[in-house]
């Protein structure tokens, strides 16, 4: 019953809704212009890899067994932060303190950015050519809501969409607000939310088609939620049922004998 009662407008995505310009089937959508460079935050956690023709000038900057480590890791297809054990982490004034080098101030600054800033530091130690190579552990984000998984995603990616983020965390739940999906993202200083509709096509040219790292996504549940879910709805009403008709036999008996 609870799902015959839900349209299948309430429940698609991509639809051409009426108030907007229609897309057509294999028509051309153009990303929106957007700058996607996510900007390194407090707290991140950044993978530093450096490479020289001598193994031994890079050596001391190499935790040892780190890339064991996060073979091991990887093969588990362990979650979280993966390089969480390995990398380098943000702390609260912006700052990675690294072997040898000491102190660097990478937070609001994009990962090229603070691979060249590395750089430098690294050239001013070092005579010879070393190489820095600095990323983060993929796009991590939060689904809580009405998704088939709640809880912390990584997608081991440069870049990902709205939908990578649903497929990662579970189809989304048949009871979901599709057209309330809440983005709360953070930005230099502080949060914002946002709100996007999946049931619109318009979405693929929104500047919220793609995910940032440290996302937070929520779906709102529809009304129906508050009698039950599609699994248990139905034992919920036949347990109102079965009440009913004892109420009536009761008042059947007693009317019986008056």
């Known amino acids: 019953m609870a799902s015959s009662c839900i349209s299948n407008k309430r429940i698609t995505y991509l639809q051409n809704l009426p108030e907007n310009e229609a897309i057509d089937l294999d028509e051309f959508i153009p990303y929106a212009e957007v700058d996607y460079r996510y900007i390194l935050q407090p707290f991140d956690i950044v993978d530093i890899d450096f490479a020289s023709s001598d193994p031994e000038l890079t050596e001391a900057f190499s935790f040892q067994g780190a890339r064991n480590m996060r073979g091991g890791m990887m093969g588990a297809g362990a979650g979280g932060d993966l390089f969480y054990f390995t990398g380098y982490s943000i702390d609260e004034r912006g ?45 991590r984000f939060t689904t809580i809501g009405e998704f088939g998984r709640s809880g912390t995603q990584v997608i081991l990616r440069n870049r990902a969409t709205i939908f990578d983020a649903l497929a990662a965390a579970g189809e989304s739940n048949i009871l979901a607000k599709r057209n309330k999906l809440f983005i709360i993202r953070q ?72």
């Open 95 to 139: 700052l990675i303190e690294l072997p040898k080098l000491g102190k660097v101030h990478i937070a609001g600054l994009t990962e090229e950015q603070a691979k060249g800033k590395v750089q430098q530091a690294i050239n001013a130690y070092f005579k010879d050519d070393v190489f820095v190579k600095l990323r983060t552990a993929g796009i």
């Open 187 to 258: 930005y230099d200083g502080g949060t914002k939310i946002h709100q996007i509709n999946l049931h619109d096509r318009a979405l693929l040219a929104s500047p919220f088609y793609f995910i940032q790292p440290n996302d937070i996504l929520y779906l709102e549940p529809m009304r129906i939620r508050q009698l039950g879910n599609a699994d248990n709805l139905s034992s919920s009403l036949q347990l109102f049922a079965t009440l009913l008709a004892s109420g009536l036999l009761i008042f059947g008996l007693i009317r019986g004998k008056l």
